[in-house]
């Protein structure tokens, strides 16, 4: 009798992995086909539709000011963590100053965005999904449908205006409130020089890291917006199915913002190889 060849792959299960597969696939190019036409719609809304002025500031204060303690906080701890990490790495090769171009041109093309999207995505996408999820268990977007007013437009278009304008404006908070705190924990602290620091600051971290980090952020606010309201309209099953929603809003918003990170990031690193050939 020959021996199993450990390699092989029994019929069955190959089949099970197989269709665990096709079944993925045909989810994500679902989602994504969704979350194309709800964003076709809400572009639509926000042309056509001229949104209330009172929806939209509330939706502002909701989605920005609310969340401004947290990511000044996480912005601060952010920065003196990055300080503590460079600094005892480059005290050892005796290249402190070098400090200030690592922790500024790592939070403001970097760590700031990407974070910032995170903890949004945890506080605001989580509400936006719980919000919508409860009005659709309570048959409150079909009530505004009997009424002819469009549910897109109504709710979904002003929360996605707000996160896309003020995740940008959230996310530069946190950079310079990080920034601050790690030049106070180098410079106040560990006395590293404060001319080099901000010298070599200015001299590695450019105008166009910037740009790129905060032009992430439209993207991000777009995604996270996006995705939880699409999970809030299509809650089913009551308070249960409220909670599934919140998670998979929270949860595939993350991943997003984490993948288009990846991709933006190659895409601006070819930009500026291309404007900038010798």
């Not at 009997?146 to 304008?165: D, E, K, Q, Y």
């Not at 409130?177 to 602290?189: P, Q, R």
């Amino acid at each position: 009798m020959e021996p199993a060849n450990p390699f092989t792959f029994p019929p069955g299960k190959a089949v099970g992995v197989t269709a665990g597969i096709g079944r993925i696939t045909i989810q994500t190019f679902s989602h994504i086909g969704d979350l194309s036409i709800l964003a076709f719609q809400v572009a639509r809304a926000l042309v056509r539709d001229r949104q209330r002025r009172s929806v939209v500031l509330t939706q502002l204060y909701h989605i920005g000011y609310l969340s401004l303690p947290v990511v000044l906080i996480f912005g601060m701890f952010l920065g003196l963590v990055m300080a503590v990490q460079c600094y005892v790495t480059l005290v050892k090769f005796r290249a402190e100053v070098m400090c200030g171009p690592m922790i500024n041109y790592s939070l403001v093309s970097q760590l700031a965005p990407a974070f910032t999207a995170l903890i949004f995505a945890g506080r605001v996408g989580s509400n936006l999904a719980a919000e919508l999820g409860t009005m659709q268990i309570t048959e409150q977007i079909n009530a505004l449908r009997v009424m002819g007013t469009n549910p897109i437009a109504h709710l979904v278009a002003p929360r996605v205006l707000a996160s896309v304008l003020l995740l940008p404006l959230l996310t530069a908070l946190a950079s310079l409130v990080g920034i601050i705190a790690a030049a106070v924990m180098c410079i106040g602290i560990w006395q590293v020089d404060a001319g080099g620091y901000w010298f070599q600051s200015m001299k590695f971290v450019t105008t166009w890291d910037i740009l790129c980090g905060l032009a992430k952020t439209f993207f991000f606010g777009a995604i996270i917006a996006l995705v939880s309201c699409r999970q809030g309209l299509a809650t089913q099953g009551g308070a249960t199915g409220v909670g599934q929603s919140v998670t998979r809003a929270v949860v595939e918003a993350s991943l997003l913002v984490m993948v288009v990170n990846f991709v933006l990031t190659l895409v601006f690193n070819k930009l500026w190889a291309l404007t900038h050939v010798a």
